[in-house]
């Protein structure tokens, strides 16, 4: 039964998945989705009214509505983060949505605005901030810190005693070995293996893979 209402900042595909997840798992109808005038194109998104941010608060009290930001890792999460203080400062109450198919585990403090999706595995004594996006499968081992407006993508391995800081972003299938640091505003681009601590605003790139000579057809396979 849903027994709370809820408004998603953003109107992109990010906020349509967000909708979706709160729409079959959670307690919470959403009513609408809310970005700054400027940026309203369409009176209605996903069959549900548009609003302006500037006068939300007014047509949506904090004290009968939440609100979820969800908006994707564009500038760092920069972007987000400036929307979660926005909506913080307004007075709104942040949920999280952790999917009822994940294995949570951890018994830790959690933040807010968290969005963890299907099949992660978060071990015990994981310690997470507020306003993350934790893609589908990724396994954050035990003991791990993760800090605010970060996105981890999918299949990500985060082994046990590492911290992750703020403003990070985590690549598909991107791997981090045991009790390492990982800087402020980091990008961690797909398939790389992290071995050590690594420094504010770096970009860590894979090797890539190697075009062979020759056709598929060309080669024997045993």
């Known amino acids: 039964m ?7 900042i953003g109107n992109t595909n990010n906020a349509k998945l967000a ?3 709160f729409k079959i798992d959670s307690e919470y109808d959403v009513v609408g989705f809310s970005v700054d005038k400027a940026y309203i194109t369409e009176e209605s998104f996903c069959g549900l009214p548009v609003l302006p941010l500037e006068t939300l608060a007014e047509t949506h009290p904090t004290s009968d509505y939440d609100a979820f930001i969800g908006i994707g890792y564009s500038k760092m999460n920069k972007i987000r983060e400036d929307k979660y203080n926005h909506l913080k400062a307004l007075g709104y109450k942040l949920p999280n949505y ?3 198919k994940c294995s949570f585990l951890t018994e830790e403090p959690i933040g807010d605005n968290n969005l963890i999706l299907e099949d992660n595995t978060i071990q015990p004594f994981v310690s997470i901030g507020s306003n993350n996006v934790f893609w589908s499968g990724n396994h954050i081992g035990h003991d791990v810190v993760i800090g ?3 996105f981890i993508s999918s299949h990500v391995v985060i082994s046990g005693f590492t911290s992750i800081g703020n403003n990070v972003f985590l690549g598909v299938n991107s791997t981090f070995r ?3 640091k990982i800087g402020d ?3 961690v681009a797909a398939g790389a293996i992290i071995m050590k601590d690594t420094q504010v605003g770096e970009v860590h790139l894979p090797a890539r893979s190697t075009l062979f000579s020759k056709k598929s057809n060309e080669i024997e396979i045993s």
């Open 148 to 150: 605010n407006h970060n």
């Open 19 to 21: 909708h979706y997840y």
């Open 98 to 100: 952790i999917s009822t």
């Open 185 to 187: 505003a980091t990008l």
């Open 178 to 180: 045991d009790a390492i």
């Open 2 to 8: 849903k027994t709370k209402k809820l408004i998603i």
